[in-house]
T-cell receptor
Framework: SQKIEQNSEALNIQEGKTATLTCNYTNYSPAYLQWYRQDPGRGPVFLLLIRENEKEKRKERLKVTFDTTLKQSLFHITASQPADSATYLCALVMDSWGKLQFGAGTQVVVTP | SQTIHQWPATLVQPVGSPLSLECTVEGTSNPNLYWYRQAAGRGLQLLFYSVGIGQISSEVPQNLSASRPQDRQFILSSKKLLLSDSGFYLC???????????FGEGSWLTVV
C-alpha cells in the first residue's frame, strides 16, 4: 500500500495569509487524489479532487496542485479565515472499488 | 439528495461486551459502503467495504465484523470488545463508479 505523508505539526497562520499544506506519497501515482476537511469530532467532508492529468484545480479560495513526478500534492487556502481552522486530509484511491487511503492530516489554526 | 445516518453517536462499553453500530444511506441505490476507524491522533483506517447486499470485504484482521443486510444498510459488529477497539468509527458511501466518498458523522466508542 501507499505511504502517505502529511505534516504532523499544526500550521498556525494569521488571518488573510495563505496556508500551504503538503501531501507526499511513496509508491505508484494514483489516478486521482482528494482533499478532505475534518472538524473535531466530525466526519471528513470532501473538498476537492484532482486527476493525474490535471496540474491544478481551484474551488473558491482553495487551490490544489498535483505533481506526479514529485509524487506530491499541495493544498492552498488563500485569504485564510478563522473558520478555515480544521484538520485537512489528503486521500489517494487504492483501487477501482473506490477505497481511499488517507494521510494522518495536518491541523490548520487561523488566528485573527 | 443523499444523506447518511450513523448511530449511536457515542457509546461506552465494557470489555467483553458486544457491539453494533448501524449506518443507513438515503436517496440512492446500490451505493458502495465503507467502515473506517480513526484512533486518537491517527489517520483513517479502512476496516470493511461492500459493493452489494451480503458482499463484505475486510481490509485488516481484527475483532470486528460487518454485514449488509439491505442495500442501504451497513452494520459493524463485535461479539466481544477489546480495549483496543476504542476509537472513532466512520461509515461512508459513494455512488457506484464515482470517485468521491461521503462520510457520516461518526460514532465514538470507548471500551472500558
Amino acid at each position: 500500500s501507499q505511504k502517505i505523508e502529511q505534516n504532523s505539526e499544526a500550521l498556525n497562520i494569521q488571518e488573510g495569509k495563505t496556508a500551504t499544506l503538503t501531501c507526499n506519497y511513496t509508491n505508484y501515482s494514483p489516478a486521482y487524489l482528494q482533499w478532505y476537511r475534518q472538524d473535531p469530532g466530525r466526519g471528513p467532508v470532501f473538498l476537492l479532487l484532482i486527476r493525474e492529468n490535471e496540474k491544478e484545480k481551484r474551488k473558491e479560495r482553495l487551490k490544489v496542485t498535483f505533481d506526479t513526478t514529485l509524487k506530491q500534492s499541495l493544498f492552498h487556502i488563500t485569504a485564510s479565515q478563522p473558520a478555515d481552522s480544521a484538520t485537512y486530509l489528503c486521500a489517494l484511491v487504492m483501487d477501482s472499488w473506490g477505497k481511499l487511503q488517507f494521510g494522518a492530516g495536518t491541523q490548520v489554526v487561523v488566528t485573527p | 439528495s443523499q444523506t447518511i445516518h450513523q448511530w449511536p453517536a457515542t457509546l461506552v462499553q465494557p470489555v467483553g461486551s458486544p457491539l453494533s453500530l448501524e449506518c443507513t444511506v438515503e436517496g440512492t441505490s446500490n451505493p458502495n459502503l465503507y467502515w473506517y476507524r480513526q484512533a486518537a491522533g491517527r489517520g483513517l483506517q479502512l476496516l470493511f467495504y461492500s459493493v452489494g447486499i451480503g458482499q463484505i470485504s475486510s481490509e485488516v484482521p481484527q475483532n470486528l465484523s460487518a454485514s449488509r443486510p439491505q442495500d442501504r444498510q451497513f452494520i459493524l459488529s463485535s461479539k466481544k470488545l477489546l480495549l483496543s477497539d476504542s476509537g472513532f468509527y466512520l461509515c461512508a458511501w459513494r455512488f457506484e463508479f464515482r470517485n468521491t466518498i461521503y462520510f457520516g458523522e461518526g460514532s465514538w466508542l470507548t471500551v472500558v
